[in-house]
């Protein structure tokens, strides 16, 4: 596939700004959850938005976004105020947000450029992200710093980009929808959101006395012996795309008695083992699998409506590299499987004790694949009175996670991007063994070149 341009464009941008809530909200201190504080969660979550220029289709939509988006961010936080304050922490790393009323980071900017010259495929990673969302000195920390930054920048054609980083501790891919959610229909007019925000952070807390209950091998403290955990900056990136006919071809590489299996089993189990192959671990050495799954409905009662904390786990496949590369797939995606069937809201309940009796850890890195699937997460369906976006969702990933988003390519087919991060050596690998199973190249991302967008067939 040849290879384009780097798109080179200008952003010039205002001075970062504090948003506060509209009206005066109260100052005090809410704990978060026992799920919330872990080490895992604490990082900052680039998100970002693309929005065409629709204010000809009416009237109502005439409107500017840059000013739209900061009023309508203000109104919104006087209903999320914690977002507005700044995160503490306390004995035992317990984490907490007094609420200050400070604000968030607004920057209100313009670029020299069109959305149609960003070419037909959005989706991470977005190398100009450092142009689209500014990181403003010393604000990049988890304490002490404000717990939401927006860049609105506006483009030549009239469309925009809505660029987002947030606090992982404060919310998880579903809830921070629903905040985004709650500004759109404030931008479109509403005076409250249609869902009021729920805290109550208690319900996932640690038991007293806390209790590990399951086994929970994706805390496991397990040192790399073999180097496999690599700087991002020594890996290369590649995405690649999952249409209806790819899904088919994995589809029908599997056993009759396998086929009903979901779409994220059926494609996490052929990625793992390919990704597993192309890094040439020995036989011996233990790989993991990590899924993530929500567990708002998970409890009996579930999650109120409007909760917006972190509710999820991660269960993990753990087995050997060899066994992984060398049984039939039908072994990986039987591991996939049960990684659901052990989540249960017990299983829930022993994590948060773990938190507490083992210092709130991140999970375990060496030779591990974690992967998200966010296809229904709703980053695609915020509307700020632009309608849709044209891309909405992560705009980076990391270096042993990997990320479903929805995604149409320019013939119209849906399907599923995935973003991959792995070294030259093993990338190569990885996409010759998986252009060999699906057999068919034109389906696949194979340009590394470091483009703002790259394209999808």
């Known amino acids: 596939m040849a290879r384009q341009e780097p798109l080179v464009f200008t ?21 978060l959850s026992d799920i919330d504080d872990q080490e895992t969660c604490r990082f900052q979550v680039p998100i ?7 204010n000809n289709v009416t009237d109502v939509l005439n409107r500017e976004p840059v000013k739209v988006i900061r009023e309508a961010l203000a109104k919104t936080l006087v209903f999320y105020y914690p977002f507005a304050g700044r995160l503490r922490e306390g004995a035992g790393r317990k984490l907490a947000v007094e609420c200050t009323g400070e604000g968030v980071l607004f920057i209100e900017a313009d670029a020299d450029v069109t959305l149609e010259q960003f070419g037909d495929a959005l989706y991470p990673p977005f190398p100009c992200l450092g142009e689209l969302l500014f990181d403003v000195p010393g604000s990049s920390g988890v304490l002490d710093t404000p717990l939401l930054l927006i860049q609105v920048t506006r483009l030549k054609c009239g469309g925009f980009i809505l660029a987002w980083r947030h606090n992982h501790t404060m919310c998880d891919a579903a809830g921070f929808v629903q905040f985004m959610t709650a500004l759109g229909e404030i931008a479109r007019g509403a005076s409250v959101p249609s869902i009021h925000p729920v805290w109550q952070r208690e319900l996932l807390n640690a038991r007293n006395p806390p209790r590990v209950t399951c086994a929970h091998p994706e805390y496991d403290n397990v040192a790399d012996t073999k180097e496999t955990m690599i700087p991002m900056a020594n890996l290369v990136q590649r995405s690649f795309f999952f249409g209806p006919a790819e899904i088919l071809t994995l589809r029908r590489l599997v056993p009759t008695d396998f086929r009903k299996c979901s779409t994220f089993e059926l494609l996490t189990a052929f990625l793992w083992r390919i990704r597993t192959r192309s890094l040439d671990l020995g036989p011996e050495e233990e790989v993991r699998l990590l899924c993530v799954i929500n567990a708002r409905s998970n409890f009996s009662p579930s999650l109120p409506k409007g909760y917006y904390g972190n509710a999820f786990a991660f269960p993990a496949a753990l087995t050997t590299a060899g066994k992984l590369c060398q049984n039939p797939i039908e072994y990986a995606l039987e591991l996939v499987m049960k990684t659901k069937e052990v989540f249960n809201e017990e299983y829930m ?71 991959f991060w792995l070294p030259a050596s093993a990338m190569n690998k990885f996409a010759l063994e998986l252009d060999g199973i699906l057999k068919n190249n034109d389906h696949l991302v194979t340009d590394n070149t470091p483009l703002p967008i790259k394209s999808v067939l």
């Open 11 to 31: 952003v010039t941008r205002r001075s970062p700004e504090l948003i506060p809530p509209a009206k005066l909200t109260p100052h005090e201190y809410k704990l």
């Open 48 to 54: 970002i938005q693309f929005y065409q220029n629709k």
């Open 349 to 419: 309940k022993s994590v948060a004790d773990l938190m507490v009796l083992k210092g709130r850890p991140h999970f375990t890195v060496a030779r591990t694949f974690f992967v998200s699937d966010l296809t229904r997460a709703g980053f695609g369906s915020v509307d700020y009175g632009w309608g849709r976006p044209v891309y909405g969702g992560p705009a980076r990933g990391g270096t042993v996670n990997s990320f479903y988003i929805p995604f149409k390519n320019r013939k119209g087919e849906k399907g599923i991007v995935v973003p």
